[in-house]
């Protein structure tokens, strides 16, 4: 599915700065993260937009950590990312569906899940929960990874599990 890549952007920087500002979360170490981090990375990942760079936003559904191919899909793609990617290129956003009265337990369950999965698995790009529930358009969605190509001015959307064919497409992307 493609999306007007001018169309994401808008909502990934105003959303993240709006998510970020008031619900900064760092998921390795499961303290909020201070201002001035937070407007380095969406600084940083808008300078590299603007320089045409690939970005990725990757998207995580709370409900697919029950999905072993779904996560072994993520794993494989963070594994064989270029480290650029692994640091500061990309993003995460842990999605919940919203659980009415309970939702405030449930972030917090998710949160040290998230937290044991990061550290686990080394990964060293900022994973964040969806505490106002910003990204609630991509519930149902499932998990998978968004990458905007500078370049191309496009935007494309990859569900989880990837199949082979999508692993080549995204790492070609990346390393042009």
Same mark, same amino acid.
């Given at each position: 599915? +493609?999306? =007007? /890549?001018?169309?994401? @952007?808008?909502?990934?920087? !105003?959303?993240?700065?709006? !998510? /970020?500002? !008031?619900? #900064?979360?760092?998921?390795?170490? #499961?303290?909020?993260?201070?201002?001035?981090?937070? @407007? %380095?990375?969406?600084? *940083?990942? &808008?300078?590299?937009?603007?320089?045409?760079?690939?970005? @990725?936003?990757?998207? @995580?559904? !709370?409900?697919? /950590? &029950?999905?072993? %191919?779904?996560?072994? %899909?993520?794993? #494989?793609?963070?594994?064989?990312?270029?480290?650029?990617? =692994?640091?500061?290129?990309?993003? #995460?956003?842990?999605?919940?569906?919203?659980?009415?009265?309970?939702?405030?337990?449930?972030?917090?369950?998710?949160? =040290?899940?998230?937290?044991?999965?990061?550290? *686990?698995?080394?990964? *060293? /790009?900022?994973?964040?929960?969806?505490?106002?529930?910003?990204?609630?358009?991509?519930?149902?969605?499932?998990?998978?990874?968004?990458?905007?190509?500078? +370049?191309? +001015? &496009?935007?494309?959307?990859?569900?989880?599990?990837?199949?082979?064919?999508?692993?080549?497409?995204?790492? *070609?992307?990346?390393?042009?």
């Amino acid at each position: 599915m +493609k999306v =007007k /890549f001018s169309d994401w @952007l808008i909502f990934l920087v !105003f959303g993240g700065l709006v !998510f /970020f500002h !008031f619900h #900064g979360f760092d998921a390795l170490e #499961g303290t909020a993260l201070p201002q001035r981090n937070v @407007l %380095s990375i969406v600084g *940083a990942m &808008t300078e590299s937009q603007d320089e045409g760079n690939t970005l @990725l936003l990757f998207i @995580l559904d !709370f409900e697919d /950590f &029950t999905c072993l %191919s779904c996560l072994d %899909s993520f794993l #494989g793609l963070y594994r064989m990312l270029p480290s650029p990617y =692994k640091n500061f290129q990309a993003w #995460g956003v842990l999605i919940l569906k919203d659980r009415g009265e309970d939702r405030g337990r449930a972030v917090r369950i998710a949160e =040290k899940k998230l937290r044991g999965f990061v550290r *686990a698995n080394g990964i *060293a /790009f900022p994973i964040l929960v969806d505490r106002s529930r910003i990204f609630s358009a991509l519930e149902g969605k499932g998990s998978g990874v968004v990458l905007f190509d500078g +370049k191309r +001015k &496009t935007c494309q959307w990859y569900d989880f599990p990837l199949t082979g064919e999508q692993f080549e497409e995204v790492f *070609a992307r990346l390393t042009q």
